[in-house]
């Protein structure tokens, strides 16, 4: 029978009056309300993020414990500058804007119900781009339904109902996608292959060189 299709998921988000009168309490401490009445957005200093402003990104993730079934680097890198669904992107490479991209770099980023562990060579509209700034403005962009990507895992979903839900994909169980070739329908793409089971894979955070606890983890986002 035909796979029944699923609903996007939406963003954690709120309703507020947005005209920076009340700009602390919109933006929190790390963030200023900028724009017009009907357009005010909060503008986050260096190194936050967050529809208010209220998340630091992991520096880099490490992989814990890895099992026959996961290929992928040991290592990820915040991604400066790139950010999708008020979420980080992280790298299998430490890039600056001199490096160029290559189709074998692994990519992380959360998809607006998923964290999705892929590759450049998967994301035919990197194709053409070739440096850290590029990338960057592509997953300004990324729409985790309507972009053209495959994934090879996705982790479990996260349910946007708290400020202190999943800002980082540590400390989440993950699993084989259904599908990772191009032709995959929309519906399935970020549908986990249950009869593989979970990969018995761990990511954890590094803040400043120092590993947090998923407890810190979560605290620090806040």
């Known amino acids: 029978s035909e796979p029944q299709k699923s609903a996007p998921c939406l963003s954690y988000h709120f309703l507020a009056c947005q005209d920076c009168k009340n700009s602390s309490e919109i933006c929190g401490e790390f963030g200023r309300c900028s724009g017009s009445r009907r357009n005010a957005t909060c503008a986050c200093d260096p190194g936050h993020y967050g529809l208010r402003c209220e998340y630091q990104p992991c520096q880099h993730l490490e992989v814990d414990k890895l099992d026959e079934s996961f290929h992928f680097p040991s290592t990820y890198y915040w991604l400066e500058g790139a950010e999708v669904?008020?979420?980080?992107?992280?790298?299998s490479a430490s890039l600056d804007d001199n490096q160029t991209l290559s189709n074998g770099t692994e990519i992380i980023?959360?998809?607006g119900v998923r964290w999705i562990l892929s590759s450049v060579y998967l994301f035919p509209g990197l194709k053409h781009i070739k440096n850290v700034s590029g990338l960057a403005q592509y997953f300004s962009n990324f729409n985790g339904?309507?972009?053209d990507y495959s994934v090879m895992y996705v982790s479990e979903p996260v349910y946007m109902t708290r400020l202190d839900d999943e800002a980082s994909p540590s400390d989440l169980q993950w699993l084989h996608s259904f599908d990772a070739s191009s032709d995959t329908a929309l519906d399935l793409r970020l549908q986990p292959d249950l009869e593989h089971g979970s990969i018995e894979t761990e990511f954890s955070c590094y803040k400043d060189d120092?590993?947090?606890?998923?407890?810190?983890?979560?605290?620090a986002d806040k």
Do not use: A, G, W
Not at 210 to 219: A, G, I, V, Y
């Open 145 to 147: 339904y309507v972009t």
């Open 109 to 111: 980023l959360f998809t």
């Open 210 to 219: 120092r590993l947090l606890l998923p407890s810190e983890d979560k605290q």
């Open 85 to 91: 669904y008020n979420r980080p992107v992280y790298t």
